[in-house]
């Protein structure tokens, strides 16, 4: 099996491996269960190190891990990478159940996520085609660290709206489930499907949704943020430059002073340097 040559043929089917091993991974989770295995009690007790050695081998998603073993590939999956993990799986969970309030202990589905929710989001829809590509991109090639920080791009945006299209929240549990099988497993039995989320089809992203009508662009003054503006996506140059100055909290630095120069990183920044 060649995983690493960026020519072979295999390489496009990264997806379909890790899937096979998040089905692995989520049906041995459960025979952990059959058994009554407690990981706190095992973590606690020094004489079951063995089995707080296997919980813990599990739970930190060994079908990523064995899937870059099997790949020859030394871009493990940082371990630095896991609190923001773990944090972005519990803000997903929230989207979609609501904590239940003492002294009830029965957690009810949230109504943010529905069918009949708007689709006129286009932020929304562009963070999750922008999560699906990079997801794609990233799992195939063997760059699992980019697609954390793409996710939670989504994850804040779905955050932010006040409702969230059922058929958009299922797309992005699905780019989520190889990273966090447990929990996804969990949420797309919360929404009604009696089939594992395994066998779902990949989720495909469309390039025409990724367009920005406007571009947000970050002003500095020598070298520090002062401002940020918004222009069309096709504005040019010197249109951006001269929005850049006119800017009224860019005015109070640069205003009786000679712009020496301006400097404009395109589609990013724009800094100014004064005199």
């Given at each position: ?148 920080s793409e996710m939670n791009k989504f994850v804040n945006e779905a955050t932010a709206a006040t409702a969230i299209p059922r058929p958009w929240f299922e797309a992005f549990v699905k780019i989520l489930s190889p990273f966090a099988p447990h929990v996804c497993e969990e949420i797309w039995q919360r929404l ?84």
């Amino acid at each position: 099996m060649v995983l690493t040559s960026a020519k072979s043929p295999v390489r496009i089917h990264a997806i379909d491996w890790l899937r096979v091993l998040t089905v692995l991974d989520i049906f041995l989770f459960h025979v952990l269960h059959i058994f009554d295995f407690d990981p706190a009690a095992a973590i606690k007790n020094t004489e079951t190190s063995l089995a707080a050695s296997v919980f813990i081998f599990f739970s930190m998603q060994w079908s990523v891990q064995l899937l870059f073993l099997l790949a020859g590939s030394s871009n493990w999956f940082s371990l630095r990478t896991r609190p923001r993990q773990a944090y972005m799986r519990e803000r997903v969970w929230r989207l979609l159940i609501v904590p239940a309030d003492p002294p009830a202990t029965v957690e009810t589905l949230a109504t943010k996520v529905s069918d009949d929710a708007p689709t006129d989001n286009k932020d929304l829809e562009r963070a999750l085609h922008a999560a699906i590509k990079k997801v794609t991109q990233s799992v195939t090639d063997m760059r699992f660290n980019t697609s954390i920080s793409e996710m939670n791009k989504f994850v804040n945006e779905a955050t932010a709206a006040t409702a969230i299209p059922r058929p958009w929240f299922e797309a992005f549990v699905k780019i989520l489930s190889p990273f966090a099988p447990h929990v996804c497993e969990e949420i797309w039995q919360r929404l009604g499907h009696t089939t594992t989320i395994a066998y779902e089809p990949w989720p495909a992203y469309d390039e025409a949704k990724l367009a920005r009508d406007t571009l947000k662009i970050g002003v500095q003054v020598m070298g520090k943020l002062r401002s940020e503006i918004e222009v069309p996506a096709d504005a040019t140059q010197e249109t951006i430059l001269a929005t850049a100055k006119a800017d009224q909290k860019v005015q109070g630095f640069i205003a009786g002073k000679e712009i020496k120069r301006e400097i404009y990183v395109k589609g990013k920044l724009v800094n100014l340097v004064v005199g």
